[in-house]
């Protein structure tokens, strides 16, 4: 009789598997991102994707832009509420390259890939409150945490507060970062013009072209978005959430 070969692969332990998803929850939990419990009322189905954002990989690509554009290295704390907004806001469409955003934002796929461009771009739905996270801005008062902070106002639609927080004259270590963070507020509040024109004067690192190809793309620019985002998406790691997204909307600007 053959005898199985001693380098085979050791079966999954499920309980264990499931402790240390367990673990992870718990630990996710404790540091503010961990999924927010259901509320009581009753949610339509197929009115939410199946698969709820992770508030975990969100607040990691939400950070992503400082790894190009530098500022505090030390991991921020989590904003009040975080999972609440991630997981409840809008599914996105031209969504900029900015600290607070995340590219799983942009999860319904087939209208994007059938659809002009310029069509998609809608203005944002009204601001709702949201008291603990404005609170948690205010007391902001270095340049790292008004720019974290102005950030996430911002992807909660509370622009004039996040206007407030960006109006300062920042430390030479943060003006790259404060710079992308008045444009994509320019952006995310209608005045594509504007954004566009401060971007343009951001160099050509992977965040400003990046920003400038989905611009161009969504204003209807199809040659220039090819060119800025395939030079940006070039630039960016296959392993980061928004290489993706930048092959996406170069997938968008060659049809």
């Not at 945490?145 to 911002?154: P, S, T």
């Not at 710079?179 to 594509?192: D, F, K, T, Y």
């Given at each position: 009789?053959?005898?199985?070969?001693?380098?085979?692969?050791?079966?999954?332990?499920?309980?264990?598997?499931?402790?240390?998803?367990?673990?992870?929850?718990?630990?996710?939990?404790?540091?503010?991102?961990?999924?927010?419990?259901?509320?009581?009322?009753?949610?339509?189905?197929?009115?939410?994707?199946?698969?709820?954002?992770?508030?975990?990989?969100?607040?990691?690509?939400a950070l992503a832009v400082t790894a190009y554009l530098g500022g505090d290295k030390a991991r921020p704390a989590v904003p009040p509420a975080w999972a609440?907004?991630?997981?409840?806001?809008?599914?996105?469409?031209?969504?900029?390259?900015?600290?607070?955003?995340?590219?799983?934002?942009?999860?319904?796929?087939?209208?994007?890939?059938?659809?002009?461009?310029?069509?998609?771009?809608v203005a944002e739905p009204a601001a709702e409150p949201a008291p603990a996270l404005s609170e948690w801005a205010s007391r902001a008062t270095d340049d790292?945490?008004?720019?974290?902070?102005?950030?996430?106002?911002?992807l909660a639609r509370q622009f004039d507060h996040a206007e407030e927080l960006l109006a300062i004259v920042p430390a030479p270590a943060y003006r790259a970062?404060?710079?992308?963070?008045?444009?994509?507020?320019?952006?995310?509040?209608?005045?594509?013009?504007?954004?566009?024109?401060?971007?343009?004067?951001?160099?050509?690192?992977?965040?400003?072209?990046?920003?400038?190809?989905?611009?161009?793309?969504?204003?209807?620019?199809?040659?220039?978005?090819?060119?800025?985002?395939?030079?940006?998406?070039?630039?960016?790691?296959?392993?980061?959430?928004?290489?993706?997204?930048?092959?996406?909307?170069?997938?968008?600007?060659?049809?």
């Open positions: 009789m053959t005898r199985p070969s001693d380098d085979r692969a050791t079966p999954f332990d499920v309980t264990e598997l499931f402790s240390q998803y367990l673990a992870g929850q718990v630990a996710a939990h404790a540091r503010g991102l961990g999924y927010p419990e259901a509320g009581d009322e009753a949610v339509p189905h197929d009115a939410v994707p199946v698969q709820p954002i992770d508030p975990v990989l969100a607040w990691n690509d609440e907004l991630v997981t409840k806001h809008e599914p996105a469409v031209a969504l900029a390259f900015a600290l607070g955003n995340f590219p799983q934002l942009v999860r319904h796929l087939h209208p994007l890939l059938t659809a002009d461009p310029p069509a998609l771009r790292a945490g008004r720019l974290l902070a102005a950030g996430a106002l911002r970062l404060h710079a992308n963070e008045v444009a994509a507020l320019a952006w995310h509040r209608g005045q594509p013009e504007r954004a566009m024109a401060l971007w343009e004067k951001q160099g050509d690192g992977p965040v400003a072209r990046f920003n400038r190809g989905m611009v161009a793309l969504f204003l209807g620019q199809s040659e220039r978005a090819v060119g800025e985002l395939m030079a940006a998406v070039a630039s960016l790691p296959e392993s980061s959430a928004w290489h993706h997204l930048g092959q996406l909307y170069l997938a968008m600007a060659r049809r």
